[in-house]
């Protein structure tokens, strides 16, 4: 079963609106034991740095206890900066610190925020981007993420500079872009998920 985390902080119909289309069994709950118990774990985002970790404090232990079982584990757009160590557009708040780096306002010179589509370059091999490659896909963020080791950059794009699209370590998977407004690249980037071993 794949849940959804309810914090408050996502844009809940739009990725179930992506689940539904690949004909996945999901659910949407704010229920710790609920998500405790949950073999795939997806955290959406829209909004703010900091208000979104206040929101995602009493689910921290449920999502670490998720990663160290080496669990599936997907954050999106605002959920993938929240993973990182710290962003300037909440400074002094912590992030989840799952992914080791920072978020930055995007670069002077490019309209702001990016929001649009982008053709993704595939860096290194991660499952989730499992047969993508070249596929455009559906960007709106303002921050970007600069992961501390280049290693587990899975993917990119072309926005003034190159901007971090896709993050991938063990379990542990992320993008800033939306899959489930990507049109058909963006519902393989979720069925690819929902495959992957337990």
């Known amino acids: 079963m794949i849940t959804i985390i309810d ?19 999901f659910q949407i709950t704010d229920d710790k034991e609920t998500i405790a118990n949950s ?7 829209v909004g703010a740095f900091g208000s979104a970790m206040e929101n995602l404090e009493p689910f921290k232990d449920v999502i670490f206890e998720h990663v160290d079982d080496d669990k599936p584990f997907l954050g999106v757009c605002l959920g993938q900066q929240v993973l990182m160590t ?4 909440s400074p002094g708040v912590k992030g989840l610190d799952l992914f080791k780096g920072h978020v930055e306002k995007l670069p002077e010179g490019v309209k702001i925020p990016h929001m ?7 860096t290194n091999d991660s499952p989730i981007l499992e047969g ?12 970007h993420v600069i992961p501390d080791d280049d290693e587990i950059i899975a993917g990119t794009c072309e926005y003034g ?6 993050l991938s370590q063990n379990n542990l998977f992320s993008t800033q872009f939306h899959p489930e407004k990507s049109s058909k ?14």
């Open 132 to 143: 993508i490659d070249g596929e455009y896909f559906y960007f709106v963020h303002s921050y």
């Open 39 to 45: 073999d795939y774990l997806v955290l959406p985002g």
């Open 185 to 198: 690249a963006g519902l393989k980037i979720l069925k690819n998920f929902t495959n992957l071993e337990i």
């Open 116 to 122: 649009g589509w982008n053709r993704l370059n595939v």
């Open 86 to 89: 710290s962003s300037e557009e």
């Open 7 to 25: 914090y408050k902080s996502g844009n809940l119909k739009s990725i179930s609106n992506g689940f539904k289309k690949i004909g996945a069994d």
């Open 161 to 166: 500079n190159s901007v971090v699209a896709s």
